[in-house]
């Protein structure tokens, strides 16, 4: 069955750390895989996606993720957090062919100290 | 619009009775897909729509849940008999093409007393 799961759910971080969020994704086929955003108050917001080629994709607001097919991981990092980065964290993958519906994990609520 | 619209933002009803929830997303978007977040937990997936049709509505969880999209633009998430349970937010995204990103509408809160 089609499963994305993320290990952390709930991260406290002070300003100026660094962040790295797990993301393991289970799909029978080739996979297209994001993460979503969303600041308290707002909708879903991408960050970043990968669909094919370099492996370490660069999103909005200085995030990047890396896709290890070996490890099925699509981890999110960020080098240096900020305070306005305070919200919930979501991976999500849906498959290139067949059904085209996204599967989330169960997000990462993020707070970042001031 | 420039993005997904959700209409009510919010609403509340009681229990047993029916309720729709509206989706207008972004013009030109063929794809447009039904999710439903519950407290603490990640998006669950209902309904996918291509065009007109429901490429794939496994994600339902029972025939209280119906949705369409006759003309191939705005969505209708149709709830009857509600339940206290059927409480959560319901999300709408679409996409100009089922390979490229979903956008998100801000969605529609649910409660059932």
């Known amino acids: 069955a089609q499963s994305v799961s993320q290990h952390n759910h709930h991260v406290i971080l002070s300003e100026a750390a660094s962040l790295e969020l797990g993301c393991n994704y289970s799909y029978g086929g080739t996979v297209n895989l994001f993460w979503y955003v969303q600041y308290p108050g707002q909708h879903l917001q991408l960050l970043l996606k990968?669909?094919?080629?370099?492996?370490l994709v660069k999103g909005i607001k200085g995030f990047e993720a890396e896709f290890i097919k070996s490890k099925f991981s699509f981890n999110l990092r960020k080098p240096s957090v900020q305070w306005s980065d305070t919200a919930e964290y979501f991976c999500?993958?849906?498959?290139?062919?067949?059904?085209?519906?996204?599967?989330f994990g169960t997000g990462t609520r993020l707070k970042v100290l001031a | 619009g420039a993005g997904v619209s959700q209409t009510p933002s919010n609403k509340v009803t009681e229990k047993g009775k029916y309720v729709e929830l509206r989706c207008d997303p972004i013009?030109?978007?063929?794809?447009l897909y039904w999710y439903r977040q519950s407290l603490g937990q990640g998006p669950e997936f209902l309904i996918y729509f291509q065009g007109t049709g429901a490429a794939d509505d496994s994600g339902l969880p029972n025939d209280r849940f119906f949705a369409v999209r006759p003309e191939g633009s705005v969505s209708t998430l149709k709830i009857q008999r509600t339940e206290r349970g059927d409480s959560a937010v319901y999300l709408c995204?679409?996409?100009?093409?089922?390979?490229?990103?979903?956008?998100f509408g801000q969605g529609t809160r649910l409660t059932v007393v």
């Open positions: 999500a993958g849906r498959p290139t062919s067949g059904t085209y519906k996204y599967i």
């Open positions: 013009s030109g978007h063929t794809a």
């Open positions: 990968y669909f094919s080629g370099d492996p």
């Open positions: 995204a679409s996409s100009s093409s089922p390979n490229t990103e979903a956008f």
